[in-house]
């Protein structure tokens, strides 16, 4: 007999080689019904396979992201056996679950997969789904592994093969199709029942330029229609607010292929944008006393490689610039941090002088593949809203805390209200990845875990998703149309202290090895511009839009009224524009309610007269004849009930 401790911390006893499944069953036939994977002393595993120790479970269902990571992989091998079928001879790279779905790396040979395959592929994966085809899972040697492989003639599978250890190599098999891989995957093909292949893309072998471009095919997969077709209604809305689609109807942000693949240029909206942010935030961190600082965008080579993210980095950074001076070697800024080290190190601290907290809006650079590109979400030059807190030990937990605190104000005046905090630990089976101490990435991990408990936290765990350097808190945020995003992140650094040489004289008067927090609740100011644009659909709350409203005169006789009203708003702080066109005041209209501006304000003969505006509201119509002071109040009062006036 085994004991089996569930969730809520009741313990059962069950036969040695109990199922997963079959403890669902125990508990109600609904749980497993619904059930798509378990949790077995925190390690995801297919339902069927026997459990023969004791263990804390979790049966995993399409609410858990376990669940649909379980469902989706599970159907990238359903889409691998439809494609064996449809294009026989066809070979596979990799197939992972996504964020959203899966994907399946391939290369059909000679032959060419296109859009118009898809519906074909779709129907023979619907037609597999109704077997039930069971996912069988089985050990195998590495040099059965490679013969199987080497005899198909899939180079793909012998390297992914040639670089795992023999023993830990499985194949899994459903209907006629085996392909390598580790798991875990659903019982069978049945729960499968919606199926949207959705794009074609070109992708590099292993991500490598040198290596042979294969056919990218994604898809998404759902226990139900009705979730496939709410997930395609969300695609539309998501078109429709595409930041890259939206950034240039607004005018915020454009890209230049002379200037550089990955690097954006500011328009001065979104110029006028990005600054009210960064206002935002310094306002807030002055109040929380940070210290501003700037670094160059440069630093010598060895600087890096003291901090190792030239080891962990250098591969994917921009290469060295070489100068007349012979051995001399600066790198593009990666980060900012190392920079901040040396600015500590620039005098000897006391143990009064900390926290020692110093921010900027610190621009980094890093040779991004040009395939994944994307945006403003993706990109090669972009600018962290970076601190760095220097703390003796005991000052660490509430530094942490007063961080998260920050964050969360931030997400509040944003309406960014659905978020969760992921907790992110080591891999505890690859530490190789890691630099430090074990006893220093248990003090800081440590940190990390009471911090987001003391503050209420909502959390997950994500063992190996931290930095090389330190354990981290990083903010999933959903957005206005349910899409999940990672904003914001805190982390904790025992290791680079170590590395610079990093002290402050203690009360003992001896030195001592600060601790260091890396934050940055924007993340980076070109992809939270991004996710904002996204959110709001370009309608940005009124504090921050870029032009708060616009004066409409109804014909050329009162655009010196327009003139006159547009210098009273901007005199008390009203950014407002005047659009004069000839053109009717009908389209006038029109246009500017497409360029999302809040308040449109129309004058002709009677405003003139009576020194009033006819206030329009974007998207909701007309809000009646006031003032100018009038206006100018409603504005600030706006603006005031959307920042809390807190600030």
């Known amino acids: 007999m085994i004991k089996i401790t569930l969730p809520d ?49 979790t049966i995993y269902k399409w609410e858990n992201e376990e669940g649909k990571r379980t469902f989706w992989h599970s159907s990238s091998h359903l889409m691998a056996a439809a494609l064996e079928t449809v294009f026989p001879g066809i070979k596979f790279g990799i197939g992972p679950s996504i964020e959203h779905g899966f994907y399946y790396d391939v290369d059909a040979g000679d032959r060419v997969v296109t859009e118009a395959d898809l ?39 012998v390297e992914l093969i040639s670089d795992l250890q ?29 199926i949207k292949l959705t794009a074609i893309a070109g992708a590099y072998w292993r991500g490598n330029e040198k290596n042979k471009m294969m056919t990218r095919i994604y898809g998404i997969t759902f226990p139900k229609k009705k979730l496939l077709d709410e997930y395609l209604a969300m695609l539309e809305e998501a078109k429709k607010r595409d930041h890259r689609k939206v950034g240039k109807e607004l005018e915020l942000f454009t890209f230049s292929q002379k200037v550089g693949q990955g690097l954006p240029l500011w328009l001065p909206k979104g110029t006028a944008l990005r600054e009210r942010l960064e206002t935002f935030l310094r306002k807030l961190q002055k109040k929380s006393g940070y210290l501003q600082v700037m670094t160059p965008h440069i630093g010598q080579k060895e600087l890096y490689v003291t901090s190792g993210h030239y080891a962990k980095y250098g591969a994917d950074s921009f290469q060295p610039i070489k100068t007349p001076q012979e051995g001399e070697e600066f790198l593009l800024k990666p980060m900012n941090c190392p920079h901040h080290c040396e600015i500590y190190k620039s005098k000897l601290r006391s143990y009064r002088d900390l926290p020692l907290r110093l921010a900027e809006f610190g621009t980094v650079y890093r040779y991004e593949q040009s395939g994944e590109l994307h945006g403003l979400t993706r990109v090669r030059g972009f600018t962290q809203d970076d601190a760095h807190i220097f703390c003796r030990p005991d000052q660490l937990k509430e530094e942490f805390c007063k961080v998260i605190d920050i964050v969360l104000y931030i997400f509040k005046i944003l309406k960014f209200e659905d978020y969760t905090a992921q907790i992110s630990l080591r891999d505890p089976e690859n530490r190789e990845k890691y630099i430090g101490t074990d006893e220093n990435w248990e003090k800081a991990e440590r940190a990390i ?82 996710v904002l644009i996204e959110h709001t659909g370009g309608k940005f709350p009124v504090w921050l839009i870029p032009e ?20 009273r708003l901007e005199d008390r702080e009203v950014r407002c524009t005047v659009d004069d066109r000839n053109e009717t005041i009908g389209k006038r209209i029109r246009e500017n309610e497409l360029k999302k501006i809040p308040y449109l304000l129309v004058v002709g003969e009677k405003e003139e007269q009576a020194d009033t505006l006819a206030v329009r509201r974007q998207g909701e119509g007309d809000r009646g004849t006031l003032t100018v002071d009038e206006f100018i109040d409603l504005i600030q009062s706006e603006v005031k009930r959307e920042t809390d006036d807190n600030q």
């Not at 592929?121 to 040697?141: G, P, Y």
């Not at 904003?487 to 170590?498: A, H, K, S």
């Not at 409409?552 to 210098?567: D, F, I, T, W």
Request: aromatic share 8%; proline share 4%.
């Open 548 to 567: 708060q409203a616009v004066v409409l005169p109804v014909s050329e006789k009162y655009n010196e009224y327009a003139r006159k009203v547009a210098g």
């Open 166 to 194: 023999d023993g830990t190599i499985t194949f899994y098999t459903n209907g006629n199709f085996t392909d390598l891989c580790r798991g875990p995957h659903l019982p069978d093909t049945g729960q499968i029942k919606a």
């Open 119 to 157: 519906k074909k592929i779709e129907d023979k994966m619907m037609e597999l789904a109704r077997q039930k085809q069971t996912f069988v899972r089985r050990d195998v040697s590495k040099d059965e592994a490679l013969k199987v492989y080497s005899t198909k003639g899939d180079e793909y599978k």
């Open 9 to 57: 911390g009741t313990a059962k006893d069950f036969k040695k080689g109990t199922t997963g499944l079959e403890i669902a069953q125990s508990i109600s036939q609904r749980l497993a019904d619904e059930a798509l994977a378990v949790g077995v002393n925190g390690k995801v595993c297919d339902l069927m396979r026997p459990i023969d120790e004791d263990a804390n479970i």
């Open 449 to 530: 875990i009471e911090a987001a408990e003391e503050k209420g936290l909502a959390t997950i765990v994500e063992k190996g998703e931290a930095a090389f350097y330190g354990p981290k808190l990083d903010f999933m945020v959903k957005d206005a149309i349910g899409r999940k995003w990672q904003l914001g992140t805190i982390q904790v650094d025992y290791n680079l202290p170590e590395r610079f040489e990093l002290e402050y004289i203690g009360a003992d008067d001896k030195r001592h090895r600060p601790v260091m927090i890396h934050r940055a609740p924007f993340g980076s100011m070109e992809r939270f511009v991004a």
